[in-house]
């Protein structure tokens, strides 16, 4: 039986857990077997950072950290305002993510793992009147990684722009985002994440996450798709 409560006739078996540390392409969701040719109806399970598996046709959506409700973050983690756990029973703890410190402009969330010790940082930079808000991610040991929208992504790997470049790009950027700013906040934006010249992670809103380099904590990633990219970042325990 499904979560919705509707019967399979042909039930297929349960998808296993797989590892969370080398996740490479995941959402976060109830969705464990998507709906398809071959299947009238999406199959789901629990709530869980969910790893895509397997081709278009019979892709799955393998589990690796299961997401705490907001009673279950209350009861592991105080003041958080996310948890995520490494068993199904949300017993052993994997990670949080704690409240946002705020300065007024952005948001800075800290990500620590089950003995409290720090992961690193996920801040939200505000935006302005003619540009959307952005990221970051601060990993210990490791360069910056900062999330952008397209055009913020131009310079790519072997591709300097000028001074001159740039702030035409940026213009550009500017002028776009004003004249076409509404029907873009109703379509999730694809952000492009890089450390330097090296593109580290790329997101389709905040639904669907593509790590590129190995050494991203993978938790990091989690924890920026739990928070959201839209307009209202989500507020998890903490808003309840």
């Keep these: 039986m499904t979560r919705g409560g509707t019967t399979n006739p042909n039930p297929e ?3 296993e857990q797989v590892g969370w540390a080398d996740a490479d392409r995941f959402v976060v969701g109830w969705v464990e077997r998507p709906r398809g040719s071959r299947r009238p109806q999406a199959v789901l399970g629990a709530h ?3 790893v895509l598996r397997g081709p278009l046709a019979q892709r799955v959506h393998a589990p690796c950290a299961y997401v705490g409700e907001h009673e279950d973050t209350r009861r592991a983690a105080p003041g958080a305002a996310f948890t995520l756990f490494e068993d199904p029973g949300l017993q052993h703890l994997l990670c949080t993510v704690t409240t946002p410190d705020s300065d007024g402009h952005d948001l800075l969330y800290a990500v620590r793992d089950a003995s409290g010790e720090l992961i690193g940082t996920v801040r939200r930079v505000a935006g ?3 540009s959307p808000h952005t990221w970051r991610i601060d990993q ?3 360069p910056e990684v900062t999330g952008t929208g397209k055009l913020g992504s131009l310079k790519s790997p072997g591709k300097k722009l000028g001074a001159s470049a740039g702030i035409a790009v940026d213009l550009v950027t500017r002028a776009l985002t004003a004249q076409d700013g509404a029907r873009k906040q109703k379509k999730p934006r694809t952000l492009h994440w890089y450390a330097g010249e090296e593109k580290v992670m790329e997101s389709e809103g905040s639904d669907t996450v593509s790590v590129r380099a190995d050494w991203l904590d993978r938790r990091l990633a989690f924890a920026f798709a ?3 990219d839209g307009p209202k970042p989500a ?3 903490a808003g309840s």
């Design 13 to 15: 078996p349960p998808v």
């Design 48 to 50: 869980a950072v969910r």
């Design 128 to 130: 302005g009147p003619l």
């Design 140 to 142: 210990p040991g490791r």
């Design 226 to 228: 739990l928070i959201g």
């Design 235 to 237: 507020k998890g325990a």
